[in-house]
């Protein structure tokens, strides 16, 4: 199962699922195109949640382990942090300067330093009362979510 949608850049491509994240590089001869692996972490699989680039970083949200954040460096493919188990079946990620804004399935919004040094979250909100498994609609103003049973507008403070 390969939910996660592919990560692209320059001629590489971030691919994740049940068989692990991996980092694959992508080539173009006279006549085909071909691949080639640099790394892959079996332990990082990605079931929904589609990863996020920040430089050389990759951040996403592992099924393993009851939910997990992490951090890759896509050069060297080595873990640089994860976070505490348990945070979830789902998460959805968005990346906005240094920041990123994870939403978890049960409508808990994370607001954390997007750093390879740790897991750094800056602040924690609680958006619904219900479960969140849609992606929202990021806005400069605020966000749109979509939860089991209503629609909001959940502004910045």
């Keep these: 199962m390969n939910i996660p949608t592919p990560l692209r850049f320059g001629q590489r491509l971030i691919l994740a699922g ?39 970083l990759i951040f996403g949200f592992s099924n393993r382990d009851r939910g997990t954040f992490f951090c890759v460096d896509s050069e060297s493919g080595k873990t640089l942090w994860t976070s505490e188990p348990r945070q979830g079946d789902n998460a959805v990620i968005f990346i ?13 919004l994370i607001v954390a330093r997007a750093s390879g040094t740790a897991f750094e979250p800056l602040q924690r909100y609680q958006v619904s009362d219900n479960a969140t498994y849609a992606t929202p609609l990021v806005r400069p103003e ?10 909001s507008y959940q502004t910045w403070q």
């Design 18 to 56: 049940d068989p692990g994240t991996m980092l694959v590089q992508v080539n173009r001869g006279q006549n085909s195109w071909t691949t080639e692996k640099a790394w892959q972490i079996a332990e990082l699989t990605m079931r929904f949640s589609s990863p996020v680039q920040k430089g050389n």
């Design 142 to 151: 605020g966000m749109i979510v979509k939860d089991n049973t209503h629609l």
């Design 96 to 108: 906005s300067g240094d920041l990123l804004l994870l939403l978890k399935d049960n409508a808990e």
